[in-house]
T-cell receptor, first 113, second 115 residues
Framework: SQQGEEDPQALSIQEGENATMNCSYK?????LQWYRQNSGRGLVHLIL?????REKHSGRLRVTLDTSKKSSSLLITASRAADTASYFCATDDGETSGSRLTFGEGTQLTVNP | NAGVMQNPRHLVRRRGQEARLRCSPMKGHSHVYWYRQLPEEGLKFMVYLQKENIIDESGMPKERFSAEFPKEGPSILRIQQVVRGDSAAYFC?????????????FGPGTRLTVL
């Protein structure tokens, strides 16, 4: 398995419900980021949480980070049909300045109207 | 400030031809990254460049693939003698000089189809 694994692989919910996606990683990190990708499109940056932070909010998004468990979660509250997309977590390698990101395989979220 | 620009958005090549993918980073960004995404998968790192220098090419296949980021002009990812397995979406990202692993800004991608 690889750095940055999300679960579940796919999630289907009704509009208005909350969606929770989880990400696990293996090595030390400086920060962890979440991105969204609509089908056939590029990636949109959602939120970055640093290794010394435990929780961060941005609008309807809430991200937590547990470095002891090497895991993170992304919560989308009051979901909308427009939230339908793939969500990826990405980690840096914790050592190199301006380093590459390692992405997980993503969670495909479907929000049904 | 325009975002990261990539062209072409779609590229079709026959086996054995060359593919050239271009990426113009955001203004003020001197770090460029190339990633490849196969269908239904996450992005896989290929190469990290700064102006005129390759910093990390550990994700690049050893043969047929090359990348450059000249002093003037866009970054180029070149794939020689393409094969069907090269069909994928290729994304470029850029970032300003910064601390390790800060946000990277992604372009819309180039979707390469090899016939």
């Amino acid at each position: 398995s690889q750095q940055g694994e999300e679960d579940p692989q796919a999630l289907s919910i009704q509009e208005g419900e909350n969606a929770t996606m989880n990400c696990s990683y293996k090595t030390s990190i400086n920060n962890l980021q979440w991105y969204r990708q609509n089908s056939g499109r590029g990636l949109v940056h959602l939120i970055l949480i640093r290794s010394n932070e435990r929780e961060k909010h941005s609008g309807r998004l809430r991200v937590t980070l547990d470095t002891s468990k090497k895991s993170s979660s992304l919560l989308i509250t009051a979901s909308r049909a427009a939230d339908t997309a793939s969500y990826f977590c990405a980690t840096d390698d914790g050592e190199t300045s301006g380093s590459r990101l390692t992405f997980g395989e993503g969670t495909q979220l479907t929000v049904n109207p | 400030n325009a975002g990261v620009m990539q062209n072409p958005r779609h590229l079709v090549r026959r086996r054995g031809q060359e593919a050239r993918l271009r990426c113009s980073p955001m203004k003020g960004h001197s770090h460029v990254y190339w990633y490849r995404q196969l269908p239904e998968e996450g992005l896989k790192f290929m190469v990290y460049l700064q102006k005129e220098n390759i910093i990390d090419e550990s994700g690049m296949p050893k043969e047929r693939f090359s990348a450059e980021f000249p002093k003037e002009g866009p970054s180029i990812l070149r794939i020689q003698q393409v094969v069907r397995g090269d069909s994928a979406a290729y994304f470029c990202a850029s970032s300003p000089p910064s601390l390790a692993g800060d946000e990277q800004f992604f372009g819309p991608g180039t979707r390469l189809t090899v016939l």
